[in-house]
């Protein structure tokens, strides 16, 4: 069951950006076993790159007010990219699919928009 308190809203500024960036740190260490996370000035880059594709959006999970989880989608001629979906190791999965689901939410008009116009 997800938390009640879970929320998901389009993230732009660079507090947003920073937690996106300390998300994909944790879970990348919790992923690969490292002693330690990369610090958020090490993977803010590859969060940024993926932001600079033209419509490209970073979605954010909140649980209880904490950022646990984000997406980064970017249209493509014929599709919508999902390039990074991630939570946290302890908290996220709860909000996690919340968040799949309201950027699908989010994205399908624009994705169903899309579609139609590729014939």
Do not use: H, Y
């Not at 979605?59 to 390039?83: I, N």
């Not at 996690?96 to 116009?117: F, K, L, N, P």
Request: net charge positive; charged share 25%.
């Amino acid at each position: 069951m997800v938390n009640s308190s879970a929320q998901v809203t389009t993230a732009s500024g660079a507090d947003e950006v920073k937690a996106a960036a300390a998300i994909w740190a944790r879970a990348k260490a919790c992923r690969d076993e490292d002693p330690a996370p990369a610090s958020v000035e090490e993977t803010t880059p590859g969060i940024l790159r993926r932001l600079a594709i033209d419509g490209a959006e970073l979605f954010l999970a909140r649980l209880d007010g904490r950022p646990v989880g984000f997406a980064l989608v970017a249209p493509r001629p014929r599709t919508l990219e999902l390039s990074t979906s991630l939570s946290t190791p302890t908290r996220g999965a709860a909000a996690w699919g919340a968040t799949c689901s309201s950027v699908r939410r989010t994205t399908r008009g624009r994705s169903a928009a899309r579609r139609s116009s590729c014939g």
